[in-house]
């Protein structure tokens, strides 16, 4: 009889405590979750989650432009009062991020209120979370944190959430020994790959470039920053080695260009120069038209018409064979 008037007195002093507001909710044990909505300049078949910018890292523009990622974090502890973000490592355990002599874990002294929601929306700039310095590459790993002050526990709780942000703003290598073949309406390009992960190859042409001797007579491909959007005749695949690039419509015989190409990566950094090179537009005959250059032309070679008398055999004379020989024209470039 005691025993069942102890257990009766225990539920009531829980229920009391309960409807009085003396016992607590339970803190949230799961961790945040977190996905990209949304990256300025991207497409939406990029934002599957966050790989996206280890598959194609932030660039240089992006990040001096400050582009806009939106973040959703879902299955935040409502109780808490702020979203602090850090980056490096450890950022969970408090006497890491506190530690003023330890500087693996990162303030960036970013806080957004909670505001008793479970589900916070945020757009921050790039530049907000990574350090857009010029000529920088690697990967990020940005910690979230559901804090109230910045001595909170997150780990017991699970109120954590980390995830990578790669960049990429060094230009790829140079492509190297590029040769450049003469040609009447096209040349034929080669070159050494750059080593990096490439999207494409620019190809530079200056008209009139170059002299006969094959000298160069302008400077604007000793200076990239010389460079204007309408020197790219074309591109080339990133994959390729070669390419068979036309001259532009107007280009006369006889006349010299400088060309060059540079490699543009995936993340849309241009790297250096190849060496340049000098092509010349160059006329094209015929086996035909060398068979009757020359002083004394064969007769063959003015004839209007043709007869033909057929011989003992049945087959056609000799000098209709010769003419017809002539009609396979076999194409060769005069240089």
């Known amino acids: 009889m005691r025993s069942t008037d102890s257990r009766s007195l225990i539920l009531s002093t829980i229920a009391a405590s309960v409807l009085l507001g003396t016992v607590a909710a339970p803190a949230s044990a799961q961790a945040i979750q977190v996905s990209l909505q949304s990256f300025a300049g991207r497409t939406s078949a990029d934002l599957a989650d966050l790989a996206t910018t280890t598959a194609v890292p932030v660039s240089q ?96 709780a699970g109120q954590a959430v980390s995830f990578p942000i790669a960049f990429d703003f060094a230009g790829p290598s140079a492509p190297t020994d590029l040769v450049a073949r003469n040609g009447r ?23 009139n470039g170059c002299d006969a001797s094959g000298a160069l007579t302008t400077d604007r491909l000793s200076d990239p920053d010389n460079l204007l959007a309408s020197d790219i005749l074309t591109t080339a695949s990133g ?40 092509v010349s537009t160059i006329a094209v005959t015929t086996w035909f038209d060398e068979y009757c250059s020359g002083d004394s032309p064969p007769a063959a070679c003015s004839s209007s018409g043709c007869s033909a008398v057929p011989s003992r055999r049945g087959s056609f ?9 002539l009609g396979g024209l076999v194409w060769r470039a005069r240089r």
Do not use: K
């Open 61 to 156: 523009a992006e990040c001096d432009a400050a582009a806009l990622l939106d973040f959703r974090f879902s299955g935040v502890d409502n109780t808490r009062a702020q979203l602090h973000f850090f980056h490096g490592s450890n950022c969970e355990m408090s006497s890491v991020r506190n530690d003023t002599t330890d500087t693996s874990c990162v303030d960036l002294t970013l806080e957004y209120s909670i505001n008793m929601n479970t589900e916070v929306n945020q757009e921050i700039p790039i530049s907000s979370l990574i350090d857009c310095t010029g000529g920088s590459s690697g990967t990020r790993t940005i910690f979230v944190l559901a804090l109230d002050n910045e001595t909170s526990e997150v780990s017991g």
């Open 185 to 207: 309406s096209e040349t034929t390009l080669e070159w050494t790959a750059s080593t990096d992960q490439i999207d494409r190859y620019d190809v530079f042409f200056i008209a």
């Open 239 to 278: 994959s390729s080695s070669s390419a068979t690039v036309e001259f532009p419509a107007d280009t006369a015989v006889g006349t010299h260009h400088a060309i060059a190409i540079r490699a543009v990566d995936n993340a849309g950094n241009a790297g250096g120069l190849s060496n340049v090179e000098c």
């Open 317 to 325: 004379g000799g000098p209709l064979l010769a003419i017809l020989a």
